[in-house]
């Protein structure tokens, strides 16, 4: 009996990765392209209702699969300040952020700094490669 448990553990795990594989793959590896809800993104890939796959996600990630994905954002746009190629618009743009007020909000609560402190402090630590 202990096996059928294992199978749905299973299945629901795998499930979860899945997840995570999506929402990584939209954050991390495509530019503004996509402008479908991400609800109906999983919904649609995963074949299951939305509902049942937050449910589960927040079951045992601990978790709303909405902060995961603001999360996976917020680590791009760490990512992308320390490359300092971007503007923050440009870096708002193409995370579909609907304004550069709301990314930089929405930075802060996450991390406690703002865009420009958090990319002040991570200059002030770079060396210059013949200071090294």
């Not at 795990?13 to 609800?39: A, F, G």
């Not at 618009?89 to 007020?101: C, K």
């Amino acid at each position: 009996m202990a096996l059928g448990f294992e199978l749905i553990d299973d299945k629901k795990s795998r499930l979860i990765e899945q997840i995570k594989t999506i929402i990584i793959d939209l954050v991390h590896h495509q530019d503004n392209e996509n402008k479908t809800k991400l609800s109906e993104m999983l919904s649609s890939k995963l074949l299951h209702d939305y509902n049942y796959l937050s449910n589960l996600f927040s079951e045992v990630e601990g978790t709303t699969i909405e902060k995961y994905f603001i999360a996976q954002k917020i680590e791009k746009v760490k990512e992308l300040l320390v490359y300092d190629e971007l503007s923050l618009s440009e870096i708002a743009f193409r995370l579909n952020y609907s304004s550069v007020a709301y990314l930089s909000n929405q930075f802060k609560k996450i991390t406690g700094l703002s865009p420009s402190h958090f990319k002040n402090i991570r200059k002030d630590r770079r060396k210059p490669l013949d200071e090294v």
